[in-house]
């Protein structure tokens, strides 16, 4: 079903401090894709790297901000979304966003770890393979 982590998130309640951390302290290649709430860190090796804002995240997935924990989100891609989250619902996993297709060409579905860390199932046409991943 997983193919290979997709992406992380830091969701953060300050955009523009994560920036200068992730750009000025860290010295790392930052592009504020949205500025209401989502930046991407350029670091190789790692497919996505987002910084988003919360409150951009809870409008994202339809749910209320105090159930987006602050932290990271971990993208996991599959060969399909919508039999991915099939799967989960069917293991006790309750989805907080069904199968959609994103603004930007992404099909997603999202769910809670126990921990409280958004995560995502996805199909990302620009990141289907990575080299050398294999797939269980």
Do not use: N
């Not at 099909?107 to 770890?113: D, L, M």
């Amino acid at each position: 079903m997983i193919r290979h982590v997709a992406g992380i998130a830091e969701i953060v309640e300050d955009l523009d401090a994560a920036v200068r951390f992730y750009r000025d302290t860290l010295g790392l290649a930052v592009e504020v894709k949205d500025p209401a709430g989502y930046a991407e860190v350029k670091l190789a090796g790692v497919l996505h790297f987002g910084i988003w804002l919360r409150g951009h995240a809870a409008r994202s997935t339809g749910v209320a901000p105090e159930r987006i924990a602050l932290g990271f989100t971990l993208g996991l891609e599959v060969d399909a979304v919508d039999g991915a989250a099939a799967a989960l619902a069917a293991r006790g996993i309750a989805l907080l966003q069904p199968p959609h297709d994103e603004p930007w060409g992404q099909r997603t579905a999202r769910f809670v770890s126990p921990s409280g860390m958004l995560c995502e199932v996805s199909e990302t046409p620009w990141a289907r393979t990575v080299p050398g991943a294999t797939t269980i």
